[in-house]
């Protein structure tokens, strides 16, 4: 599916960022009745960047609803060749784009460019990836119980099920992925192959590279032959836009990746409703790395460089990024430390994604330095330049007492800055790993044998964490069928759910159960003959195979 | 399993009945700190029942729940062959109850003993049912993805996940079903086969039943050679004791079945937690049933007999009682209505569950018979009996603009009371499926080719319920992998996750995936040789093979 029909590469580039419109993209129209007061800052420079983004108004966000709601039947109803070509056709649009997009991004979010070349690279990815899941299409888990009329002392009737999308969704996207995380990335993707009309609302930190991408989603949409209102982008720097959309009646879901108070905020509207409904929201989390002693001993230096790589990845803005370290004072410990005291020493501060972020980084800086119980150990000899939003690597250290004291020292400081968490014996890790929050991600790392099947650390961690990780670092995220990127609140508002990932598509469907449905009526998942030869399982047996039904 | 190792029937049940302690069943400890002012009544008598029940404290809420939380780790980490072996080992108990367990449950809820002799075959068969699922283990839903170290541009890692146990549950049984979904109903078993300990908030209607039932299960645990604190049963009349349990740090998830009012209370409890946590509440709903016109022409005899059937299974005190039905005008509508209206008149009144449920029962039909808009079609001839807490069937019936312009008409009335909507053809149809709130099921009845694939009403009803009849009815539902009884809101607070069959496990666990983790280390359902044999996705294929994994 990916041709060379579009033009790319930097032949285009002036030319697609003169047309930036900055209006809502509502369906097959675009819409500006509200001011244009949203402007994009390059964060390195200060600079206002062209383009001027309307900020939506009430009727603007009702009317992406109302249009989604509008074909949200016909989407649900369309086969799932459509919608993997629709994805497909996403992915094409978006390189067509070419490096425009990633030149807008990169001047909006400061993220280099090799960074977005790669995250452009994971994006297309996983539309292409989803495409082939629902074109397969045995995720709709169908399972089958066929009828026996002669059981005893009731017949058994016919009962089937399949997974079936629930209706419009809208997303927000977050400001650290500007391309994979945002208005075509997983949360649009998974829930327009499930057959979700979506409405997203842009970013502002990013929104010209959010209108390039509807501008890529939009053209998909109509190239693949399915109604404008499947999907829509409105531009908000306000809190009433996201609140518009989250009260309106027609939507049905709300995906959201960003801040405690953000994805919180959303889940209250939401749950405040007439109809509550449900807020997938990924807020981060402080992802603990325990180190056992005999890999401190052996393996200081190494795990040194692989934790200071990971705590700067991004600048520190992964939601996976490895805020806290413990390790178990005795051999290696110093060594550690001091490893990494040196490498932070010598990380060159670098440019956050806006100036509200590096703020609140610096706050989350500042606590830590104004607490009594930590210590600061290192941070980037180059002083940060203000102007620039520049952060600093910042190392912490605090005792095991004082972290379990201090709840507060859990709350993430969203940026390059780690705090190593002295303990005095694996007792302190359970007493810690105990008290901690749910988090996205732990990890361990330890030698062979040194951590076995009756460990109380990993029992303590499992049910407080979406992924435990070995001899490894959080930060990077496999797309893929076993990826689980949630957790138990505050790092997820649903721990039962992922955002990345293809089973992130969950979030956007619920079962539909036919009972003594006639065979033609079924959709094709669930019909007898199984003409995809998708995986079901009948009468709880799993199988390709089709159905000889008894009879009715 | 089922052995004849225990006495049981009518020899027992004296004994069995005098020795109603009423105390909270704290894991294997009795206590009884409040005071004794919960008893049961016999709704057909009026009578006290033997046995006073006391409310449970604060303290004793807490205390069901820390011992739960003490256990929860052990308890995930048993093999799956011990929680299979528990689950048999309590329906075997509840068998071993006799009739002891019948006769008091049918003199507190005045269910008569044939259907509480069938609800026992169900509550047993489905303890089993997930014994078997727990067993074969599949059920967890493992992928493995295998490591790529050589992929470009980065090496793939070892990332592999499964559903594993959330902690500690509290279940709110269910008033209408004492026995198949209360203390060991669905919600218990379901919960306990995933490995989370259960505390269960005793119903007030039938205390009797639920500590005959808590002995046995309390019983099982101990013999599966399993902590105490797996399981506890509090007694409360007052809110409180549900607010303690759900408001409980311990707590992470919490069924419920019951009224719409009390599942709403318990969400907004949950969601106002410091760490909120899921509530799946099963709150009933209206179930339309639509009648397609030549379906009413050529059956509308059957249909009827069907109809009174289904309306007064249980006395009407079905979460899928078909309370709206709705036909359009023409061809044997007067003959359905007429046939309904004959055998509602000769309906005799029935005991419902309690005085409370009768009263509100009353007043339901009040609200009806006080609506302009409303007229009344017939009632049970025979005069109910206040003092035996008895309803009569009623019927109604409106006009499709009518039944649109008052939305009180589709909030359910929990007792033997029909409302049907006459209709001017399949734009009201369509028109009031569009305007329904979500419903646990729908139902349609069509002649062959009446209804066709681009059914404007079924798309419609889609996303609105959780089942689909066609030629049915919606009261009775089949235990299996296909059910599916929950759907959107008011019907339950997820419509992602059903309350009865084996899928309603789900409520009770969350993925957790584990990326680089030693093979030795991982749960048995993930490691490459796949001892059990079960079903997983491996690198995207299903598989039942070991695997032979990439270097990593």
């Known amino acids: 599916m990916n041709d060379n029909r579009y033009p790319r590469g930097s032949d285009l580039m002036t030319n697609i960022l003169d047309t930036l419109h900055g209006r809502q993209t509502l369906g097959d129209q675009f819409s500006a009745e509200g001011e244009p007061t949203i402007r994009a800052n390059n964060p390195q420079t200060g600079e206002v960047l062209p383009g001027a983004f309307y900020e939506a108004t009430e009727q603007e966000a009702g009317r992406a609803l109302t249009l989604a709601a509008e074909c949200a039947d016909a989407f649900r109803l369309t086969p799932r060749q459509t919608r993997a070509n629709l994805l497909r056709l996403i992915a094409d649009r978006i390189e067509a784009l070419g490096d425009a997009l990633l030149q807008r991004a990169h001047e909006e979010t400061a993220l280099p460019m090799p960074r977005l070349t790669g995250e452009r690279g994971r994006t297309v990815a996983q539309a292409r990836r989803f495409a082939d899941l629902i074109e397969e299409g045995s995720w709709v888990d169908a399972r089958i119980d066929t009828a026996r009329p002669d059981r005893q002392p009731l017949p058994k009737p016919d009962v089937r099920k399949m997974l079936r999308p629930i209706g419009p969704v809208v997303v927000f996207g977050a400001s650290n992925f500007p391309l994979a995380i945002s208005v075509a990335g997983s949360d649009t993707v998974s829930a327009l192959g499930a057959g979700c009309p979506v409405v997203v609302k842009a970013h502002p930190g990013h929104p010209g590279a959010c209108e390039l991408i509807a501008g890529a989603v939009r053209e998909a949409v109509a190239e693949a032959g399915l109604p404008a209102g499947v999907f829509s982008l409105v531009h908000g720097a306000s809190h009433d836009v996201g609140r518009w959309l ?266 539909v159960c036919y009972q003594g449905w006639p065979d033609e009526l079924l959709p094709e998942e669930l019909r007898n003959a199984n003409p995809a030869g998708i995986w079901r399982m009948v009468d709880d047996q799993r199988t390709q195979e089709p159905v000889r039904p008894n009879p009715r």
Chains 1, 2 share one sequence.
Do not use: W
């Open 246 to 511: 989250v009260e309106h009646p027609a939507c049905r879901a709300v995906a959201f990746t960003g801040s405690l108070a953000g994805g919180k905020a959303l889940a209250d509207l939401a749950a405040a409703r007439p109809e509550p409904i449900p807020v997938y929201a990924e807020m981060g989390s402080v992802n603990p790395m325990f180190l056992m002693p005999r890999a401190l001993a052996e393996r200081a230096e190494q795990i040194a460089e692989q934790y200071v790589l990971s705590l700067n990845m991004g600048v520190g803005q992964f939601c996976t990024n490895p805020g806290v370290v413990l390790a178990v004072e005795g051999p290696g410990y110093d060594a550690f430390k001091d490893a990494v005291a040196q490498r932070v020493t010598g990380t060159a501060p670098a440019t956050m994604l806006h100036a509200g972020i590096c703020s609140a980084y610096g706050r989350g800086v500042e606590r830590l330095q104004s607490n009594a119980q930590v210590q600061p150990v290192a941070s980037s000899e180059q002083a940060a330049d203000a102007d620039k939003a520049q952060a600093a690597c910042q190392f912490f250290e605090t005792d095991a007492q004082s972290f379990l004291n201090n709840p507060a020292l859990q709350d993430e400081v969203f940026g390059p800055c780690g705090l190593l968490v002295r303990c005095k014996d694996a007792g302190d890790f359970e007493r810690i790993a105990a008290a901690m929050a749910g988090s996205l991600t732990a990890t361990v790392h330890a030698q062979p044998g040194e951590v076995g099947t009756d460990s109380t650390l990993v029992a303590t961690l499992e049910p407080r964490v979406g992924r435990l990780l070995f001899n490894g670092i959080p930060t990077g995220i496999e797309v893929c069928a076993s990826m689980h990127h949630g957790g138990p609140f505050p790092a997820t508002t649903h721990a039962g759910y992922t955002s990345i990932g293809t089973d992130s598509i969950l979030r956007f469907v619920k079962p």
